[in-house]
């Protein structure tokens, strides 16, 4: 539980007046009572839309009361069973814990003092994290005129955005700079006469080509100049007359080698050194994301990356250069979880074989799960909530398969996974499920998208 930075605490503070909001005291001291928590009159929630002071539940049940310390890990369970007990129509829905944003920011600004973060909207634009994020002072990676729309619309500096798509429409780069948003990507010659024209003003950062090998999702094959052709590049933006402000990279989505930021920073200084050959004054560093949003097994740490990353900065880079990032799964990964029901079931006979189920739940690839196809995502085990308990061995495991709600076949979670019987109207919870997920759910076949329930585990 963070204490000390005041800042956190306002971020916080202005939370407590969100619709579906749940502080980490109310659930805990439901909890230690052991009773139900009390159904609000106003369910089933809507996803909130209005602005934070809208909503507040007048359930003295959920008020924050007593003196507990907060488990992130039993607040999220208590508001998993006590959904699920309340439920109506069986929903999936996301619970998400707005103090493990909180606390992503900390660690970013404890490991990483010399970058701010500037967080890729992409990855998730949920109201709250984007609220919650600009309270805590990040910038913000926007690739497209509705992602600045939105941000300004926070009330974020214009000098807080990056406008870091390197390849961006004509409309685009005027809504840019109608709004003052001048920090801009791009990576080829066309790109750089498009902007100066529309406006001359602007302050170009060069993307130069990052190796992406060891990331989960490459980006380079489709941006970034490679490094021996940035001299040629800088003698064009001359010519056209634009200004270079620096020079950005990506390493790739999900990367799992801390050597690769290394790597890129080298990289990055060669082409510094290639822009102030030519005559230009580079004063920024953007050093991309890729950073994971929660640890697995066997791979790279976000602490590994960063103790990488602090000494190679401070080599290759002076002070004066302004250093920023754009992380996306880092702050949100492992803020969210789903929960989804078990809406169907099929038992696969064989002759002599154990039996195998096909389990049908009511979220799928076409909604929150479209991470296994977009983002190249691997079904984590699940959390089991039981409907009822059976009585027999619920701990032996059978083989199964789990398909999303669609009449697709494709809408496949996973095709081969070990997991204990279930039975329809049990819920199954997956952790770690805020990146790419619901950013890119559509209502394919008339299924709605997940709904969000809020809760902050560093409320105090
Ligand atoms: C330009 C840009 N910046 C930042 C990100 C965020 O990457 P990550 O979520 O891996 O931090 C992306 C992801 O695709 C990106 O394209």
Partial sequence: MLKSASKLRNACSMMKFATNFYTSKSFLSSRKLGIPINPDPGFPYNPPVGPYDEGI???????????????????????????????????????????DVVRKHHQWTTLLPRVKPFYAVKCNSDPFVLK???????????????????????????????????????????????????????????????IHEINPHADVVIRIYADDSKAVCRLGKKFGIPIDLVPELVQEA?????????????????????????????????????IEAAGYSPTLLDIGGGFPGYEQPGLVKFEEIASLIRPTLDELFPRHVKVIAEPGRYYVASAFSLSVNVTSKKEIKKPNAEKMCMYYVNDGVY???????FDHAVLPNPHIYRKETSGENEEKTFECSIWGPTCDSMDCL???MQLPEL??????????????????????????????????????
């Fill in 367 to 373: 909604g929150s799960f479209n991470n296994i196809m």
């Fill in 57 to 99: 539940s007048k359930d003295p049940s959920i008020q924050p009361s007593f003196e507990f310390e907060v488990d992130p890990k039993a607040l999220l369970d208590s508001v998993i069973r006590q959904q699920i007990y309340q439920q109506k129509v069986e929903e999936p829905f996301y619970v998400a814990d707005l103090g």
């Fill in 238 to 274: 001359e010519e056209i007359g634009v200004n270079i402000a620096g020079i950005s990279f990506h390493v790739g989505s999900g990367c799992t080698d801390a050597t690769a930021y290394s790597d890129a920073l080298l990289l990055a200084r060669r082409a510094f050194n290639d």
């Fill in 414 to 416: 996973t095709s081969k």
């Fill in 132 to 194: 919650t994020l600009a309270s805590l002072g990040t910038g913000f990676d926007c690739a497209s005129t509705e992602e600045i729309k939105t941000i300004l619309g926070l009330g974020v500096d214009p000098e807080n955005i990056i406008f870091a798509n390197p390849c961006k429409a004509v409309s685009n780069i005027r809504y840019a700079r109608d709004h003052y948003v001048n920090m801009m990507t791009a990576d080829n010659a066309d790109e750089l006469r498009k």
């Fill in 423 to 460: 039975n329809i109207g049990d819920w199954l919870s997956f952790e770690n499920m805020g990146a790419y997920t619901f950013a890119a759910a559509s209502t394919f076949n008339g299924f709605a998208k997940a709904r969000l329930i809020y809760v902050n585990s560093e409320l105090e």
